[in-house]
């Protein structure tokens, strides 16, 4: 969703840049070259495979999407505005990656289910504007940021044929009262949902 949003805005831009062009060109003015704009890349011969996983070991198996349940807590413990409590690990990574080096980051999306401060929506029965999860870094104190990379883990490879590498991070997500100025009430009590999407991006 997010990619063909940002390829319309650039088809857009394109538009208006030849129109602007054609404008220009047909009033007879002659334009000189006043810079250069030099474009890299890499294209990596890995083929890593990806998982998340609950816990901190790091997977070599599983799927790329995972569902998490937190255990069941008092609404008391996240009474006042920024408790948070119910900390559970999960961890994202990727193996077979095979004897080339590299490394890996991950990022959570803009828009994609989290705000900037790490905190999800909220889609359960408790209350939404007051209750919701919060990611949390690997050291569980520094909520996760959308769109930029949160992390860099390198990618352990394995020497020689059929050497297999790998890399992950571990997270933690908690419930969050993220309402300035509002305490949890017993009416406040449901269910909490929320989900993200991730990217990570290999160097």
Do not use: E
Request: one cysteine or more; a neutral charge.
């Amino acid at each position: 969703m997010h990619f063909l949003s940002t390829q319309r805005s650039q088809w857009r831009a394109a538009l208006s840049f030849c129109a602007c062009a054609a404008a220009l060109f047909s009033g007879g003015q002659a334009w000189a070259s006043d810079g250069t704009i030099t474009i890299n890349g890499k294209v990596l011969n890995n083929t890593c495979a990806i998982a998340a996983v609950a816990g901190t070991v790091a997977p070599s198996s599983g799927s790329s999407s995972l569902t998490l349940t937190l255990p069941s807590i008092s609404y008391a413990s996240i009474a006042n505005h920024g408790s948070a409590t119910g900390s559970t690990p999960f961890t994202i990574g990727v193996y077979n990656c095979g004897a080339t080096g590299l490394t890996m980051s991950v990022g959570f999306d803009v828009n994609g289910g989290m705000n900037n401060s790490g905190v999800l929506t909220n889609t359960g029965t408790s209350n939404q504007s007051v209750i919701a999860f919060r990611i949390m870094n690997s050291d569980n104190a520094t909520p996760v940021t959308t769109g930029t990379p949160n992390v860099v883990a390198a990618v352990i490879s394995s020497s020689g044929a059929g050497g297999t590498g790998g890399g992950s991070q571990t997270f933690y997500v908690q419930y969050y009262n993220y309402s300035a100025g509002t305490t949890v009430t017993s009416g406040m009590a449901g269910t909490v949902v929320g989900s993200v999407t991730y990217t990570i991006i290999y160097t």
